[in-house]
């Protein structure tokens, strides 16, 4: 069975790092992107980077640019995405998403498997 | 980035309702574009990819249309289980999500 498991819930104070884990089965992780996407309670989903487990290239939002790291390690098929500085603005359930491609462009891609997210509070 | 416009935001439909949802980008992605589904307390679900694939699984009811700026996802005779929150994405540049369209009882 094809799926992403992330790591649990965490709560940390302002100025604080949290760093959540993806973990992939069902499939060989270096052959699709691992991607983020954060919700905050009760808002729409904002796409923070990419990785790519094979290469360990990755690509950032701007947002995000000097404050999201996304890393992996390939020997235990596990993405990580650590955030630092943090704010309550960045209070928000994570997700890592399988990043799709259908063609060598690059343009068609999309996110066919999400892991179950993560809950990331903020809070002093 | 590119903007994604969805609308409505929100609509009350009631079962066996054909729903149309349209997304409209700020400049032109062709059809890099992409549907999900999101349940509360879920993750999204892909139902539509390029415009107007199907994803595997996901019930025919469930259509895409559109090329360029302008786009729809169509539900034809809405279920009990299609109650829910959709968005639209782009994946042509800066990956951009819609800010959702919520489907509700009516």
């Known amino acids: 069975q094809v799926q992403l498991v992330q790591s649990g819930a965490e709560v940390r104070k302002p100025g604080a790092s949290v760093k959540v884990s993806c973990k992939a089965s069902g499939y060989t992780v270096t052959t699709y992107d691992i991607d983020w996407v954060r919700q905050a309670t009760g808002q729409g989903l904002e796409w923070m980077g990419w990785?790519?487990?094979?290469?360990?290239?990755?690509g950032y939002a701007q947002k995000f640019q000097g404050r999201v790291t996304l890393t992996r390690d390939t020997s235990i098929n596990t993405a990580y995405m650590e955030l630092s500085s943090l704010t309550s603005e960045d209070t928000a359930v994570y997700y890592c998403a399988r990043g799709r491609h259908h063609d060598t462009s690059g343009y068609l891609y999309d996110f066919d498997i999400w892991g179950q997210g993560t809950m990331v509070t903020v809070s002093p | 980035d590119i903007q994604m416009t969805q609308s409505p935001s929100s609509l009350s439909a009631s079962v066996g309702d054909r729903v149309t949802i349209t997304c409209r980008a700020s400049q032109s992605i062709s059809r890099y574009l992409n549907w999900y589904q999101q349940k509360p307390g879920k993750a999204p679900k892909l139902l539509i990819y390029a415009a107007s694939s199907l994803q595997s699984g996901v019930p025919s009811r469930f259509s895409g249309s559109g090329s360029g700026t302008d786009f729809t996802l169509t539900i034809n005779s809405l279920q009990p289980e299609d109650f829910a929150t959709y968005y639209c994405?782009?994946?042509?540049?800066?990956?951009?999500f819609g800010g959702g369209t919520k489907v509700e009882v009516k």
């Open positions: 990785m790519s487990p094979n290469t360990g290239n990755t």
């Open positions: 994405q782009q994946s042509y540049s800066t990956l951009t």
